[in-house]
């Protein structure tokens, strides 16, 4: 019995289920990596920024079960806002 053929999780599936999670919530490196099974999430979002999207990172303290604490960068898909474009502010 030949098991079926698994889907390639490649780098353009990794980018794009990362832009994906990110137009729904910030997210850490961590939750990317779990979520978009993306092993280096970290350049993923360096090849999205490459590609024009907006993601800014924010840093936030993760809380360890032992009660330390790590400093985590939390991931923003920023929208582009061009209503500001739209007005005339020359006189």
């Known amino acids: ?7 390639y999780n490649g780098i353009a599936a990794q ?7 990110l137009q729904q919530s910030p997210a850490t ?11 280096d999430p970290t ?6 920024r490459c590609a024009g999207h907006q993601i800014g990172r924010q840093w936030t303290e993760h809380i ?16 582009k806002d061009d209503r500001q474009s739209e007005l005339d502010l020359i006189a």
Not at 1 to 7: C, F, L, N, S
Not at 30 to 36: E, Y
């Open 29 to 39: 490196g961590a939750q990317l990596q779990d979520r978009c099974n993306a092993p």
């Open 15 to 21: 980018r794009a289920a990362i832009l994906a999670a």
């Open 64 to 79: 360890n079960p032992d009660g330390s604490v790590n400093r985590v960068a939390l991931y923003v898909l920023r929208s």
């Open 1 to 7: 019995m030949q098991t079926p053929a698994r889907p």
């Open 43 to 48: 350049a993923r979002i360096h090849e999205l």
